[in-house]
């Protein structure tokens, strides 16, 4: 059974900054690739960031230059990065683990980031 666990939301200013964490149950190598996704209120959940085993990554055009994904092998976790926050950035903030063959898509509970005037 595949677990993620997102932990860093919270609470912060416009411009500031956080850093979410994402810890898996199993080695993040097992993974083709893992990202950070996001449902703002009545909204669809979009791609934030992505790395892949190969350590490739990709951001949504919205988030590049303030957000940077990174993974943690020893401590299989993916980390998100996101700075100079804005109020847009208001939403839940997803993990999601991918396998590639058999396709499949593990996601965490996710976690609240709140951005405040």
């Known amino acids: 059974q595949v677990q993620l666990m997102e932990s860093g939301g919270g609470l912060v200013q416009a411009g500031g900054s956080l850093r979410l964490s994402c810890t898996a149950s199993?080695?993040?190598?097992?993974?083709?690739?893992m990202g950070w996704y996001r449902q703002g209120p009545g909204e669809q959940r979009v791609l934030v960031a992505t790395?892949?085993?190969?350590?490739?990554?990709n951001y949504a055009n919205f988030v590049k230059g303030r957000f940077s994904i990174s993974r943690d092998n020893a401590k299989n976790t993916v980390d998100l990065q996101m700075n100079s926050l804005q109020l847009e950035d208001t939403a839940a903030y997803y993990c999601?683990?991918?396998?590639?063959?058999?396709?499949?898509?593990?996601w965490g509970q996710g976690t609240q980031v709140t951005v405040s005037s």
């Open positions: 790395i892949n085993s190969g350590g490739g990554t």
């Open positions: 199993l080695s993040v190598f097992t993974f083709d690739a």
């Open positions: 999601k683990a991918q396998w590639l063959w058999p396709v499949r898509d593990f």
